[in-house]
C-alpha cells in the first residue's frame, strides 16, 4: 500500500501542497481529481521523487521513499506514466519499450507479452518511431513502457488527456485488467469524471493544494464533490 502522509510541497516560496495525506490500497484504482493547478501533479511528483517534499512522508509497501531518488523509487515497484506522455520521439517502440528494462536486473529485461496483448497496435509497429504515433499510440506506448519494469504501483497523470474515446476505451479496459490480474496498486489523476467514476475503487478531490473530499466513486455525484469540480 502507497501511504502519503501529511506532506508539504514547495517551489522556492510558493507552496503547492498543504497537508496532503491519502492511501492507495493494492488491488484497487485510486482516483486524485480536481481543477487545473491546484497540486494533482504535484502530488506526483512528490511520489515518484521528481519533487522532494519539505514536510510530511511517503511510504510504499511499508518502506519509506522519503529522499529516494526516482530511479530508486522505480527499483521499489514505483511505475510512473507522466503528463504528456514524454516518450522517445527518436527511438522506436520497441527501443522505448526497453527504455523500462533499468531497474530490472538483467535476467528479467523481457517484454511481457501482455503488453502487446492489451495494446496490439504496439506489436505491428515495434520498428517505428516514437514520434510518428498518434497521440492516444503514444500515450499506450508510455502505459507499456512503465509496464515494462513490472511494477508494483502503477501512476498515471490524466492519460485520457488529448485522447480519442475509443482510445480511452482501450485504456480504460487495460488499467481495470491490471488491477485485476497483477493485484497491483493503481493510482490516477484525471479530470474525466466520467472515466474515474466508471474505473475508481476509492476518489480525492484536491482544491488548492488540500484535499478537501474522499470516499468511494459513488460519492462523485454529491453536491460537495461537484462543487470542487465545477469551474
Not at 22 to 37: P, Q, Y
Not at 96 to 106: C, I, K, T, V
Amino acid at each position: 500500500m502507497l501511504t502519503v502522509d501529511n506532506i508539504n510541497l514547495h517551489y522556492g516560496a510558493a507552496q503547492a501542497l498543504r497537508g496532503v495525506s491519502l492511501t492507495a490500497e493494492m488491488g484497487k484504482i485510486t482516483c486524485v481529481l480536481g481543477r487545473n493547478g491546484v497540486g494533482k501533479s504535484s502530488l506526483l511528483r512528490a511520489i515518484t521523487g521528481q519533487h522532494l517534499v519539505s514536510g510530511g512522508s511517503i511510504s510504499f509497501g511499508g518502506s519509506a521513499l522519503d529522499g529516494l531518488a526516482p530511479y530508486a523509487r522505480a527499483k521499489k515497484g514505483v511505475g510512473y506514466v507522466p503528463q504528456g506522455r514524454e516518450i522517445f520521439p527518436l527511438l522506436t517502440v520497441q527501443e522505448n519499450l526497453e527504455a523500462g528494462f533499468s531497474p530490472l536486473p538483467r535476467k528479467e529485461r523481457v517484454i511481457p507479452d501482455e503488453i502487446f496483448s492489451l495494446f496490439p497496435v504496439l506489436g505491428t509497429m515495434l520498428s517505428r518511431r516514437g514520434g510518428d504515433l498518434s497521440g492516444g499510440q503514444q500515450q499506450q506506448l508510455a502505459i507499456g513502457r512503465a509496464m515494462v519494469m513490472r511494477p508494483k504501483i502503477l501512476v498515471l497523470d490524466e492519460p485520457t488527456e488529448g485522447i480519442q474515446p475509443s482510445i480511452i476505451k482501450d485504456i480504460g479496459r487495460a488499467i481495470r485488467y491490471l488491477r485485476d490480474s497483477t493485484g497491483m496498486a493503481i493510482l490516477l489523476v484525471e479530470q474525466y469524471l466520467d472515466f474515474c467514476r466508471e474505473l475508481a475503487d476509492r476518489v480525492y478531490i484536491m482544491d488548492r493544494g488540500e484535499i478537501v473530499h474522499e470516499g468511494l466513486a459513488a460519492t462523485l455525484d454529491t453536491a460537495e464533490a461537484r462543487r470542487h469540480l465545477t469551474v
